[in-house]
């Protein structure tokens, strides 16, 4: 059964006191926000580990007796706050692995917060009718419901933006809304260099390629640049010039990769790419590799967050010795990056290299389902024993809220 999260978002309009609750509370979860961090950080220097939200939420208890002024907030919102920074230093960690595989990822501790802008309600605490919410411990407060909410309550965020207006932010669970599968076929896919990527039933999709014109336009704005004196306001405006169409050529490139993950998820029920946090040595030698590696990332990322509504399943398995491996025997083999084609040295199948590659990222996936699936001619044979397939090889894509222009926020559950 599937799951899907949405949100719902409206304009709310609390009174003068109201605001003055709002804005004493906002302060008081600062203060513990800051107190929280600072007790994990003590917490971490002492024992390498991290405090968990169970164990802050322990603290929290005795904290209210010390500081009684926290009693003024609802429990559950105080207990939120635990699990703010709970988020905060998973979210860290996260960054960190994918640093180390080579991602291009800001890394920054949990820090201090000057202020707090909102307040959360999980679960309890909380009533929305149609016009107006009651929250636990603050009131009534106004707002402008325009859409029936559908599906389970789940939480209840009230905001405060810079400029000073209140948003409600409803956050619903709602079951069953869409099919869980597509009904279409199956595919493994190979991302490479030679081609953006190679799919398992020998479907090949090419790279976006910069047209003669595009190059030489470039080529113009660099010698531009270098005609003119350093310093100058001239060379400025050159570069800025330069810089523009760069960002140009990108857009160009990011919207072919929405559309290449929109066709998959169209097209085919479950999508299996290589986990692409895993480093993969065999392949580190291509100068090209790094600019390739970074939209890679962008389009695993669109594929996972396009997968579900459309019915699809989007999941990474550990790509070690998937060019190696003969699809049909199971035999590894040293390949060199210029081999173009597979040809395997026991039983000589013969095959485009990267079409075997993502025939055995496919398998891969299957093999914990499956472990009798041979991705080849959908035939459940007899006993494939070769595969190493097994659990931690196949992990689902790291689930990311993705927010859209109207506000309404989807995550995959
Ligand atoms: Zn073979």
């Given at each position: 059964m599937t799951a899907m999260k949405s949100a719902y978002k409206f304009r709310a309009y609390p009174s003068e006191d109201m605001q003055s609750i709002l804005n004493r509370q906002m302060f008081l979860s600062k203060e513990l926000y800051n107190l929280l961090l600072n007790k994990s950080k003590e917490y971490y220097k002492e024992t390498k580990k991290t405090l968990t939200e169970y164990r802050m939420n322990i603290w929290l208890t005795s904290l209210k007796k010390e500081r009684p002024e926290f009693q003024e907030l609802y429990s559950q919102v105080l207990q939120n706050v635990s699990k703010r920074i709970s988020d905060a230093y998973k979210s860290y960690f996260s960054r960190c692995k994918e640093k180390k595989a080579g991602a291009k990822a800001k890394v920054g501790f949990p820090r201090y917060r000057k202020f707090v802008s909102s307040l959360t309600y999980p679960q309890l605490g909380f009533k929305a009718e149609r016009k107006r919410v009651e929250l636990s411990k603050i009131g009534r407060i106004n707002y402008v419901n325009h859409r029936e909410i559908e599906g389970k309550t789940k939480t209840l965020t009230i905001k405060k933006t810079k400029s000073g207006e209140w948003y409600i932010t409803i956050a619903v669970e709602k079951k069953d809304?869409?099919?869980?599968?597509?009904?279409k076929p199956i595919v493994g896919i190979d991302l490479g260099l030679a081609q953006f990527a190679a799919l398992s039933d020998e479907t090949i999709i090419q790279n976006v390629k910069i047209t003669k014109r595009q190059r030489r336009h470039i080529k113009n704005l660099q010698q531009d640049i270098s005609r003119k004196n350093k310093g100058s306001i001239n060379r400025k405006k050159s570069v800025k010039k330069f810089a523009k169409y760069t960002e140009h050529i990108t857009r160009i490139r990011e919207d072919r990769l929405h559309q290449i993950s929109h066709n998959l998820v169209n097209s085919y029920s479950f999508i299996a790419c290589e986990d692409l946090s895993i480093q993969n040595m065999v392949k580190n030698h291509n100068l090209a590799r790094p600019i390739s590696e970074s939209s890679w990332g962008n389009f695993t990322q669109l594929l996972q967050y396009k997968a579900e509504s459309a019915g699809c399943v989007a999941v990474a398995v550990n790509p070690k010795y998937t060019s190696m491996?003969?699809?049909?025997?199971k035999n590894v083999q040293k390949i060199s990056l210029s081999q173009r084609t597979f040809v395997c040295?026991?039983?000589?199948?013969?095959?485009n290299r990267d079409i075997n590659a993502a025939q055995n990222i496919l398998e891969r996936a299957l093999g914990p389902i499956?472990?009798?699936?041979?991705?080849?001619?959908?035939k459940a044979t007899e006993?494939?024993?070769?595969s190493d397939a097994s659990e931690d090889h196949v992990r689902p894509f790291a689930r990311k809220a993705i927010a859209d222009e109207r506000g309404t926020i989807q995550v995959a559950s």
């Open positions: 809304i869409i099919p869980s599968t597509n009904g491996t003969c699809n049909e025997c040295e026991k039983c000589s199948h013969t095959e499956n472990p009798n699936f041979n991705s080849k001619a959908v006993g494939q024993s070769g």
